[in-house]
Nanobody, 124 residues
Framework: QVQVVESGGGLVQAGGSLRLSCAASGDTFSRYTMGWFRQAPGKERELLAAIKWTGDLTYYADSVRGRFTISRDNAKNTAHLQMNSLKPEDTAVYYC?????????????????WGQGTQVTVSS
């Protein structure tokens, strides 16, 4: 098992940037695909980005491609989501998640380990 804890959320004006971090502990971090999700009130949870355990393959949802960047540092057991050009519609609770399944990055299936979430609020 792996435990993950997010940090870095907050309040930012439209057009600004935030960098979310995900610290992992427990099992070998480098075995896990890492994903970032978000959920806004009244909406379904959405997979935003994922990065393969090797770090060389990534996936982005259309809603964030070109604005968000996912990365990982297996030596430090951390993953990050750099968010630029933020919009009010990016307001949500953001979650980091981990899965052992080595399947297509675009699928949201199989994430077994979740953080508690961090609030991101983008003001207009």
């Amino acid at each position: 098992q792996v435990q993950v804890v997010e940090s870095g959320g907050g309040l930012v004006q439209a057009g600004g940037s935030l960098r979310l971090s995900c610290a992992a502990s427990g099992d070998t971090f480098s075995r896990y695909t890492m994903g970032w999700f978000r959920q806004a009130p009244g909406k379904e949870r959405e997979l935003l980005a994922a990065i393969k355990w090797t770090g060389d393959l990534t996936y982005y949802a259309d809603s964030v491609r070109g604005r968000f960047t996912i990365s990982r540092d297996n030596a430090k057991n951390t993953a990050h989501l750099q968010m630029n050009s933020l919009k009010p519609e990016d307001t949500a609770v953001y979650y980091c998640a981990a899965r052992r399944l080595d399947i297509a990055l675009m699928t949201s299936y199989g994430y077994d380990y979740w953080g508690q979430g961090t609030q991101v609020t983008v003001s207009s």
